[in-house]
Nanobody, 118 residues
Framework: QVVLVESGGGSVQAGGSLRLSCVAS??????MGWFRRAPGKERERVAL???????VYTDSVKGRFTISKNMAKNSLYLQMNALKPEDTAMYYC??????????????WGRGAQVTVSS
């Protein structure tokens, strides 16, 4: 069974940067992504990437966030720059067997908290 572990969360002032990491063990999946859930909000897809290099981003993070993947290490990354208070959320790593945009995500990490203060 695939196990996903996030790291790199923390607190930062508006305009700062953080880099999230996710390491997968067990069954290798071809698509991975980042989702987030803010207090009182529904879960939101942040970014996806597959083994072909296709990626998608939600409009609110385009130009500020970059998703990348190291296939040899089964690791996923999210570089977050120019952070805003509205980026505050629990961020989750996910993996699935298909390709962007569907991905068929079926494994999820426990989450990493990101807090951005003004």
């Amino acid at each position: 069974q695939v196990v996903l572990v996030e790291s790199g969360g923390g607190s930062v002032q508006a305009g700062g940067s953080l880099r999230l990491s996710c390491v997968a063990s067990g069954f290798t999946r071809h698509c991975m992504g980042w989702f987030r859930r803010a207090p009182g909000k529904e879960r939101e897809r942040v970014a996806l990437i597959d083994d072909d290099g296709r990626s998608v981003y939600t409009d609110s993070v385009k130009g500020r966030f970059t998703i990348s993947k190291n296939m040899a290490k089964n690791s996923l990354y999210l570089q977050m720059n120019a952070l805003k208070p509205e980026d505050t959320a629990m961020y989750y790593c996910a993996a699935g067997p298909d390709r962007v945009p569907a991905c068929g995500l079926d494994y999820w990490g426990r989450g990493a908290q990101v807090t951005v203060s003004s």
